[in-house]
Nanobody
Framework: QVQLVESGGGLVQAGGSLRLSCAASGLTFNGYYMVWFRQAPGKEREFVAA????????YYADSVKGRFTISRDSAKNTMYLQMNSLKPDDAAVYYCAARTYYSDNPRDYHYWGQGTQVTVSS
């Protein structure tokens, strides 16, 4: 049974940093693209970042490029999102998801975590 568990969210001031984690179990970790989405109140769920299943190619939304870094650790079956220079617009529930090949459309994903809240104060 596939399980994805996010952690690391919290309250941070604008300009600060957080590192989110997504621990995966029940799947062949290296066989999946791992992706972060986020959803703020009243907004659609949006793509944030993704990392490839084999060579670790990364993809970023324009809104976070240069500030966020996605990575994965196959030994721990965990992916990470290092978030720097956080802005109030980054506040959202952040979700991890997994798929055997890349997509930036949340409708294409079957496996989701329950989310971790990121709050950015101004």
């Amino acid at each position: 049974q596939v399980q994805l568990v996010e952690s690391g969210g919290g309250l941070v001031q604008a300009g600060g940093s957080l590192r989110l984690s997504c621990a995966a179990s029940g799947l062949t970790f290296n066989g999946y693209y791992m992706v972060w989405f986020r959803q703020a109140p009243g907004k659609e769920r949006e793509f944030v970042a993704a990392i490839g299943r084999s060579v670790g190619r990364t993809y970023y939304a324009d809104s976070v490029k240069g500030r966020f870094t996605i990575s994965r650790d196959s030994a721990k079956n965990t992916m990470y999102l290092q978030m720097n220079s956080l802005k109030p617009d980054d506040a959202a529930v952040y979700y991890c998801a997994a798929r055997t090949y890349y997509s930036d459309n949340p409708r294409d994903y079957h496996y989701w975590g329950q989310g971790t809240q990121v709050t950015v104060s101004s």
